[in-house]
């Protein structure tokens, strides 16, 4: 794993995990909502402690509470139905504007060099986590891919076989229209923060978290970090991804994390970590800002959405 300390998304999980605080805010947690009150500055001096390291959700919380629409919506039945899904065998069909189309299997995805980043994930539906992911970056996949001056977008493709995912052999009645889609602007997807996960807590991807390789965007709202990818498209136009597909007014291309900008329904300036009893406020860029505030200098975030 390289070290860069400037970074604290590089920075294992090992480095960034302060027992005591996280044992601290556990007991000061179960003292109540009564109590809660009458220590609002106690819980200011948390809130900043907790906010200059990353304290990973529990891994049990992770994997146990997911949004897999293949599966079903149950976010807590995920689980408990992915038997039916095979990651292994597995590959990965790279075509569109490239040099030369390209297949990558499980063997070539090991080949990259892997890293651990802890990394915020804010779901655009209000609940957030902290994740060490194992994997390696999106530029390094690009890079092997050879992509055409002429690709200004990539777009990424779950796998497509209802004979693994119930909700895709519902047909007519499925929740989503699939292949599940998603897509970044190529300076996105270039951006070092990109990243492409195969692993969590230092073992391989469970298949609930999209196994054998998802992607993850931690800036942005965690429909754009598309699981268990098997067709990645360079293209010219941008693409169509599947919840702006479904309701355009609610979700957007860009879906960057931003408290700013409320959902039609409901408002995004406060999220709940998982396993968390308050509520925090959300971090503009999801607390990324400095890293990736350039790739929209000229953008009015508003309609840019
Ligand atoms: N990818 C696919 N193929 N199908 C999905 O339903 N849900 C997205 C994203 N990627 C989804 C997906 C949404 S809405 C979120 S919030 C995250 O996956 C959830 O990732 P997690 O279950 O690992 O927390």
């Not at 027992?19 to 200011?44: C, H, M, P, Q, Y």
């Not at 293949?70 to 689980?79: L, R």
Request: net charge positive; with cysteine.
């Amino acid at each position: 794993m390289m070290h860069c300390p400037q970074n604290s998304w590089k920075l294992g999980e090992h480095l960034v995990t302060d027992e005591n605080l996280f044992n601290k805010r556990r007991s000061f947690i179960k003292l109540g909502a009564a109590t809660v009150v009458a220590n609002s500055a106690v819980i200011d001096l948390l809130a900043k402690e907790s906010s200059s390291k990353l304290q990973p959700t529990k891994k049990e919380l992770i994997t146990s509470y997911n949004n897999f629409y293949e599966f079903t919506t149950d976010k807590k039945k995920v689980k408990s139905l992915v038997h039916t899904f095979e990651p292994s065998p597995w590959k990965i069909e790279i075509t569109g504007l490239v040099k030369k189309d390209l297949t990558l299997d499980l063997e070539d995805l090991l080949k990259f060099e892997n890293e651990e980043r802890i990394y915020r994930f804010r779901c655009v539906e209000g609940w957030a986590m902290v994740v060490p992911w194992r994997g390696f970056a999106l530029a390094e996949l690009i890079k092997k891919a050879q992509p055409l001056k002429s690709a200004k977008y990539i777009r990424f493709e779950t796998l497509y076989d209802p004979a693994q995912f119930p909700d895709q052999d519902r047909g007519f009645f499925s929740t989503i229209d699939y292949p599940y889609v998603e897509g970044l602007r190529m300076d996105e997807a270039m951006h070092e923060l990109s990243f492409l996960a195969t692993g969590l807590y230092g073992k391989d991807l469970p298949k609930q978290n999209g196994a054998p390789i998802r992607l993850v965007v931690p800036w942005k709202y965690g429909f754009k970090s598309i699981k268990s990818i098997a067709k990645i498209e360079f293209t010219e136009k941008q693409p169509l991804g599947s919840w702006e597909k479904l309701s355009p007014e609610e979700y957007g291309f860009y879906a960057n994390v931003n408290p700013h900008v409320d959902h039609p329904r409901w408002s995004q300036k406060r999220e709940r970590l998982l396993g968390d009893f308050f509520k925090q406020d959300t971090q503009m860029f999801n607390g990324y800002e400095a890293e990736v505030a350039h790739l929209y200098k000229h953008m009015n975030l508003k309609k840019f959405f």
